[in-house]
């Protein structure tokens, strides 16, 4: 097993004063039943900034980031062993609430996933689970959080239609509206433009640099254009053989990792000589 | 050209099987139509039979019908449904998920007589409800259980995982993701599984019977005892009294069931539009 | 290196009262204990709606059963099963003649009805087009819907007259039985044939064409053998409803609790007999209708297991 260089978060290279790391993991192994998906990983996430997870598929990047907020305690049979903080705080210690987590750590999937109801009213779902009930307020919601995933003027008339009517790609913009309308502090996107058209795929990009001041954004991507077009910092993970768990093999700032990566295997990934 | 042959003659076979099948179906309601319609008439419908021959109409039995089969459906349903949640949405497979469905698979094919006797072995007679619409809706809704149970858990399991999950990750609890999500998703498939469920209870003779009697009434309490269209037509028939009135129920149980038929698929058929 | 291993299950229920969304980072919530009751009690409430279905087997068993087993005791087991004399007035409770009736209209049923459902659902499945399916699936769903009453009735007006002209007497027996009840098991039959004719992937047909296979040869060396199991299961509970089906048959079988001369003379059958007797028997006669139920349902419990293991076994093979 090799040791992930970095720890903590600090990227290499840089002489600047990084901002706080918002999210920390320390150690984390990851279990489905007895087969082991990660090992050792060690990594920071920098507040209000665009971190990317790269790799080939299968390498577990996926699963990773579902580890942020909770969602594979959705599977049963997967166990973690490690630390994972937010802000500073444990959030798998005993007795932390997984559903207010997941409020706060907000996640978009590679499937467009909007709930079978009106426009309008998947924006709202979230707002109304937490007790928005004056229509006024949620009509502000609702448009706020359209305008700010770019996808306002598209549907701003038809806002009683079906989300299931959009096309794959406003669909997915109407996820994240979904999302931002709960004002979570950390935005985990999974893939989000692998299954969409590339017009929605620009504003998606766009949508993401503006709420990069605002927001801490982690995207897992195998486009790795996409991760040097969007982000900050970039983590490289890998699974080397079949059957052992994957790791993290190279962290830091993308312009740096892409660049001039340290590790020979990242060298090798991005200039596509495997994956 | 052996082998050809022998193709040609085999899919003839096919296409016959499948036309006798729904050859046999046309005749039958065909047959109940042509003979039913003449015995049609509001007087049929709304009026009691009266006399020995059963002249008159056939009212008390319409109401009879759809009172038991309707309380049955409102007893069945929120169980069902909720059974079927658990076994979809929080059961994790083992023994006690096992026993379950080895319990609902019994269930959906003990033989409907068995159920009639249960019927009355229990509620007729044990807890004293006597022939009653509530006897014979109890008994129904052990019958319409695992139908309903079925339908709605696969239902349920044909909602996407991803939109669960987009539920959870906005901080839904579980039960807020069924609830909100989840079950309306689900709703046209449950509501037809329901409608078939309850066109099946319409049908059912053996049941009813031996749980709500055979007197002619019109039930207005749970308590009242009375006769199904399906005991009439069977008393009517077997007796050999006034034909056209047997006829007539039978073309109005037919519709019934037709109506029931169509309804589900009528729903279905709209939901698959408007999802997409 | 920190890290305790934790056991990670349901997400788990609880989520804090309403709070007005960005309210911002804050520390992290714990689960509220009002909001964990809530979830449980939930669960808790499912999982006793989906005790109903065992509990109704159970009250199924105590119920028939306490009113029932009484005549094992009192006749014999041996004696109640294969008795060749059924003359409950006069003390003789013996129902071979009974168990013959429902086995012997059931197999006549199932040799008439199989071939058709099992032909049909290839029909459905492989063979018609898409729009010829559209319309005759409908159909055959609709089959199983129609009361069983109205087979009977149309047995009796429609069947019987043609049989007795055919054969001499009345027309009340087996012949009329199976032809009724053959029809009406195709629904079932056919409905889970095809979804195991559905099931199997495309592949295998493909594969069995690109050898130069016609359809037919495709459908009785490939499919038919994949789908197996799925059809042996269809044709077991075919059986189940034909066994356990009452109001049509006791319409046109002319009700004589003996074992039949020819297969046009009446005959009983298990179910029919109940429904007949139920209307006035008492005492001991009353008990052995009971005692039959229990058999019935003992019967269809027997089917739904071998289909279980069936299918358990089937999934081991393939």
Known sequence: MIESRLHGGAAHGSDEVEAADKLSVTDLDFYYGDFQALAGVTVGVKERATTAFIGPSGCGKSTFLRCFNRMNDLIPGTRLTGRITLDGEDIYAPGVDPVDLRRRVGMIFQQPNPFPMSIYDNVAYGPRLHGVKKKARLDDIVQQSLERANVWREVKDILGRGGLTLSGGQQQRLCIARVLAVRPDVLLMDEPCSAIDPTSVQKIEDLMAELESEITIVIVTHNMQQAARVSQFTAFFLQEETNEPAELVEYGRTAELFTSPEDKRTEDYITGRFG | ?276 | MAGSERDMRDAGPGAPGPREPGSGSGVLRQTARSQYLKESSLRALFLACASVAVMGVALIFLFVGLRGWAIFAKVGVVDFLFGSTWLPTEGEFGIWPLIFGSFAVTIGALLLGAPLAIGTAIFLSEVASPRVRSILRPAVELLAGIPSVIYGFFGLIVLRPIIADMSGGLGFGLVTGWLILAIMIVPTISAISEDALRSLSPGIREASYAMGATKWQTIYKVLVPAAKVGIIDAVILGMGRAIGETMAVLMVIGNAPVVPAGVSEPFSTLTTTIVLDMAYASGDHRTALFGMAIILFLISMVLVALVRSLSRFGKQVG
Do not use: C
């Not at chain 2, 994790?92 to 469905?101: A, F, M, N, S």
């Not at chain 2, 749980?211 to 308590?223: A, D, Q, V, Y």
């Open chain 2, 1 to 276: 050209m052996n082998k050809r042959v022998t193709n040609w003659i085999a899919l003839g076979a096919l296409w016959a099987a499948a036309l006798t099948t729904v050859g046999v179906l046309g005749t039958l309601l065909l047959y109940v139509i042509i003979n039913g319609i003449g015995a049609l008439s509001l007087r049929f419908v709304f009026s009691a039979p009266e006399g020995v021959r059963m002249e008159g109409g056939i009212w008390p039995t319409i109401v009879a019908t759809v009172y038991v089969t309707g309380l049955a459906m409102l007893i069945v349903t929120p169980i069902a449904v909720f059974a079927a949640v658990y076994l979809a949405e929080y059961a994790r497979q083992g023994r006690l998920v096992g026993t379950i469905r080895f319990a609902a698979d019994t269930l959906a094919s003990v033989p409907s007589i068995v159920m009639g006797l249960f019927g009355l072995a229990l509620f007729v007679e044990a807890l004293g409800l006597g022939f009653s619409m509530i006897s014979g809706a109890l008994a129904l809704s052990f019958l319409m259980l695992p139908i309903v149970m079925r339908t709605t858990e696969e239902a349920i399991r044909s909602v996407p995982k991803y939109i669960r999950w987009g539920s959870y990750g906005l901080g839904a609890t579980k039960w807020q993701t069924v609830r909100k999500v989840v079950l309306p998703a689900a709703s046209p498939r449950i509501i037809t599984g329901i409608i078939l469920a309850t066109g099946r209870a319409v049908g059912e003779t053996a049941v009813v019977i031996f749980t709500m009697g055979t007197m002619i009434n019109t039930p207005m309490l749970p308590l009242d005892p009375g006769r199904s269209m399906t005991v009439h037509l069977y008393i009517l028939a077997m007796e050999g009294i006034n034909l056209p009135a047997a006829y007539g129920t039978a073309l109005l149980l037919v519709a019934m069931i037709l109506g029931f038929n169509l309804l589900a698929r009528f729903i279905v058929r709209r939901n698959r539009r408007m999802m997409g």
